[in-house]
């Protein structure tokens, strides 16, 4: 029963993190209706239901016909199934109202960078500083664990922003500076001991992206994304990491 609880709390949590996720980079103000994201007609209470509404439309708004991007139904299986894991490992303790904050941050960022290739400075650096600030009450977790990632991050993404601006002087950066925020917010999030994890995966997953791309171009005629969010994949990888491992990793004795 519990766990049933926790998903649904999963999904109203998504549901809202799709409110942040829609409305922030369109600037609309947070009060109001919700409003179908193609059309801008205002929605039916059904149509606005977390997962269900996309479901029930099959994945085409029935105001105006037009496809509905799948990543907000995503948004809200991806936030339950998280908080149902996090639940079944922490129960709910400290850990993990502290972890689903994080869960919550991570999921944001990485939907707003994969649609509108935008990672906001100051959330992410609010975020960062809100996480520093109580890491000392979560377990396995330390003010000073959250400095050092912090920093450890900072001075590698720094280093690699730079590489990159180098590297690739006439593209738009791609690696920008706010993937550079984005690090030091996995970084003072999940502190040094699971920051090298959690980048790791990442990197992975973004690997792995690249990979595909280049394979899909050389079979087929298909079109391809002319670039690739990296800041997704590092959403992405922090949270299976947490979601895998927890904050478990070499306990913070500092
Ligand atoms: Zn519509």
Same mark, same amino acid.
């Given at each position: 029963?519990?766990?049933?609880?926790?998903?649904?709390?999963?999904?109203?949590?998504?549901?809202?993190?799709?409110?942040?996720?829609? !409305?922030?980079? /369109?600037?609309?103000?947070?009060?109001?209706?919700?409003?179908?994201?193609?059309?801008?007609?205002?929605?039916?209470?059904?149509?606005?239901?977390?997962?269900?509404?996309?479901?029930?439309?099959?994945? /085409?708004?029935?105001?105006?016909?037009?496809?509905?991007?799948?990543?907000?139904?995503?948004?809200? =299986?991806?936030?339950?199934?998280?908080?149902?894991?996090?639940?079944?490992? #922490?129960?709910?303790?400290?850990?993990?109202?502290?972890?689903?904050?994080?869960?919550?941050?991570?999921?944001?960022?990485?939907?707003?960078?994969?649609? #509108? !290739?935008?990672?906001?400075?100051?959330?992410?650096?609010?975020?960062?500083?809100?996480?520093?600030?109580?890491?000392?009450?979560?377990?396995? #977790?330390?003010?000073?664990?959250?400095?050092?990632?912090?920093?450890? =991050?900072?001075?590698?993404?720094?280093?690699?922003?730079?590489?990159? !601006?180098?590297?690739?002087?006439? #593209?738009?950066?791609?690696?920008?500076?706010?993937?550079?925020?984005?690090?030091?917010?996995?970084?003072?999030?999940?502190?040094?001991?699971?920051?090298?994890?959690?980048?790791?995966?990442?990197?992975?997953?973004?690997?792995?992206?690249?990979?595909?791309?280049?394979?899909?171009?050389?079979?087929?005629? !298909?079109?391809?994304?002319?670039?690739?969010?990296?800041?997704?994949?590092?959403?992405?990888?922090?949270?299976?990491?947490?979601?895998?491992?927890?904050?478990?990793?070499?306990?913070?004795?500092?």
């Amino acid at each position: 029963m519990d766990i049933v609880l926790a998903g649904l709390f999963g999904l109203v949590l998504g549901a809202g993190l799709n409110i942040i996720i829609i !409305r922030l980079p /369109r600037e609309r103000g947070f009060g109001g209706p919700p409003r179908c994201t193609r059309c801008g007609q205002r929605l039916a209470w059904w149509q606005a239901l977390p997962l269900a509404g996309w479901l029930i439309q099959a994945g /085409r708004a029935r105001c105006c016909g037009r496809r509905l991007d799948a990543i907000y139904p995503l948004v809200d =299986a991806l936030t339950a199934l998280s908080v149902m894991l996090l639940y079944m490992r #922490h129960g709910l303790s400290v850990s993990f109202c502290y972890i689903t904050a994080v869960t919550a941050v991570l999921i944001v960022t990485g939907a707003i960078d994969w649609q #509108h !290739r935008l990672i906001y400075t100051l959330p992410t650096l609010g975020a960062t500083l809100a996480a520093g600030a109580v890491a000392f009450i979560v377990p396995y #977790h330390s003010l000073l664990n959250a400095v050092l990632g912090l920093l450890v =991050a900072g001075i590698l993404f720094v280093v690699f922003y730079l590489v990159a !601006r180098i590297m690739f002087p006439a #593209h738009r950066a791609p690696f920008g500076l706010g993937d550079v925020y984005l690090g030091m917010f996995i970084g003072a999030a999940l502190g040094l001991t699971n920051l090298l994890g959690a980048l790791l995966y990442g990197m992975l997953l973004a690997g792995a992206f690249a990979g595909l791309i280049v394979l899909v171009r050389r079979i087929g005629r !298909r079109p391809t994304p002319q670039y690739i969010s990296y800041g997704t994949f590092l959403c992405v990888g922090a949270l299976l990491y947490v979601l895998i491992w927890g904050l478990a990793g070499p306990r913070a004795t500092w």
